[in-house]
């Protein structure tokens, strides 16, 4: 995923200042999951679980990642697309539901361990955290065909 997120900072990176904080905000949210799986170059032992406090910054920075797609991101590309021609538009429509899709996963997932108890989170909350990060990699690969066929495909 941070390597994808590297090509993509290399590709779109200074094309537009909002794109340019969204793929910041994704690679704060990255960091900070790598950090709570115990990925590479965190560990993190099979028995201790994060803290409480690195749970809610992680569900922080996913709202705040969520929200900028949906309210700053998706409308402007999806309008930038359409002003491309038609079959921009068609794939920007194609892709968006399968984003919102992944939306309700990671709402879900921050409804359930950004106000939990400490004991009540921890028996599935690997399984989910692994859940939400396979649902993430699928939605940054779309974030990124969108805004591909906006600044590859189709550029002026």
Same mark, same amino acid.
């Given at each position: 995923? &941070?390597?994808?997120? =590297?090509?993509?900072?290399?590709?779109?990176?200074? /094309?537009?200042?909002?794109?340019? #904080?969204?793929?910041?905000?994704?690679? *704060?949210?990255?960091?900070?999951?790598?950090?709570?799986?115990?990925?590479?170059?965190? =560990?993190?032992?099979?028995?201790?679980?994060?803290?409480?406090?690195?749970? &809610?910054?992680?569900?922080?920075?996913?709202? *705040?990642?969520?929200?900028?797609?949906?309210?700053?991101?998706? *409308? #402007?590309?999806?309008? /930038?697309? +359409?002003?491309?021609?038609?079959?921009?538009?068609?794939? /920007?429509?194609?892709?968006?539901?399968?984003?919102?899709?992944?939306?309700?996963? +990671?709402?879900?997932?921050? *409804? !359930?361990? +950004?106000? /939990?108890?400490?004991?009540?989170?921890?028996?599935?909350?690997?399984? !989910?955290?692994?859940?939400?990060?396979?649902?993430?990699?699928?939605?940054?690969? &779309? =974030?990124?065909?969108?805004?591909?066929?906006?600044?590859?495909?189709?550029?002026?």
């Amino acid at each position: 995923m &941070l390597t994808r997120l =590297e090509k993509a900072k290399e590709e779109w990176g200074g /094309a537009h200042s909002a794109i340019d #904080n969204w793929l910041q905000e994704r690679q *704060d949210l990255l960091v900070i999951y790598c950090k709570l799986a115990g990925l590479p170059p965190y =560990e993190r032992s099979d028995q201790a679980l994060p803290q409480k406090s690195e749970i &809610l910054e992680f569900c922080q920075i996913l709202m *705040d990642y969520l929200s900028a797609g949906h309210f700053e991101i998706y *409308d #402007n590309l999806v309008k /930038a697309c +359409a002003e491309k021609g038609p079959e921009s538009l068609k794939l /920007a429509q194609s892709l968006y539901p399968q984003i919102s899709a992944s939306t309700d996963i +990671a709402l879900s997932f921050n *409804d !359930d361990y +950004a106000n /939990a108890k400490e004991k009540s989170l921890m028996p599935k909350f690997d399984e !989910d955290l692994s859940t939400l990060g396979q649902v993430l990699e699928q939605r940054f690969e &779309l =974030e990124d065909e969108l805004i591909e066929n906006l600044y590859t495909h189709h550029s002026e």
